[in-house]
Structure formats: C-alpha cells, structure tokens
Nanobody, 120 residues
C-alpha cells in the first residue's frame, strides 16, 4: 500500500489550497497522521498532526491559517491551507500509521510529496 498526496499547486499570496492524503488501496484504518514539509536546503518539518481520536496539533507558523482534518469513513486526511505566504512554498508530505486489516499492527507510511508554490 502507498500513501498518495494530492492537491498541490501554485497560488498567489493570500490564496488557498487543500491537500488530501489517501491510501492506494482499501485498508482498515488510518490512525495518527500528519503533514510535513521540506523547503530547499532544509530538513522535513512537522506542519500539523491529528490523532486517531481527532486531536489536532499545529506548529506556530501555520496556527490559524492551516486546518488538518480526517474523514474516517473515506480513510483520508486533509490539510486546508488558507492565507498562504511565500514562505509556505515547499514540498508537502503526508504521513500516517495505517492498519491494513482489523487485527494487523500499525505500519508507518509516507506519501510521495506534493509541491506547493506561493508566489505573486
């Protein structure tokens, strides 16, 4: 199974994008999940996370602008990004703990990354 991230693109400052992350095939559940980003020359950093119970965490530089959410029925995790800034330009990655079937342990997966470019 693979995690597939989608929704990246190019927007002007102040614009919005919505990223989505889903498994490539049917699974039992996505548990704890998060979105990370990597800018050129820097390490990958956490942007937002959501637990299996729905508790969310955000880093300071996206607080109030980004919203992470999950759809347990569709087994997807999304990141709504509003009021985007040029410094948000990065490759965004989703990450999740996945149960392949009901009795299986969790396995950690990374998505392939999707480019977000904020520029006027």
């Amino acid at each position: 199974v693979q995690l597939q991230a989608s929704g990246g693109g190019s927007v002007q400052p102040g614009g919005s994008l919505r990223l989505s992350c889903a498994a490539s095939r049917n699974i039992f559940s996505i548990n704890n999940a998060g979105w990370y980003r990597r800018t050129p020359g820097n390490q990958r950093e956490l942007v937002a996370a959501v637990t299996s119970g729905g508790t969310t965490t955000y880093v300071d530089f996206v607080m109030g602008r980004f919203t992470i959410s999950r759809d347990n029925a569709k087994k997807t995790v999304s990141l709504q990004m509003d009021n985007l800034r040029p410094e948000d330009t990065a490759v965004y990655y989703c990450s999740a703990d996945i149960q392949l079937w009901q009795s299986s342990p969790e396995y950690h997966y990374w998505g392939q990354g999707t480019q977000v470019t904020v520029s006027s």
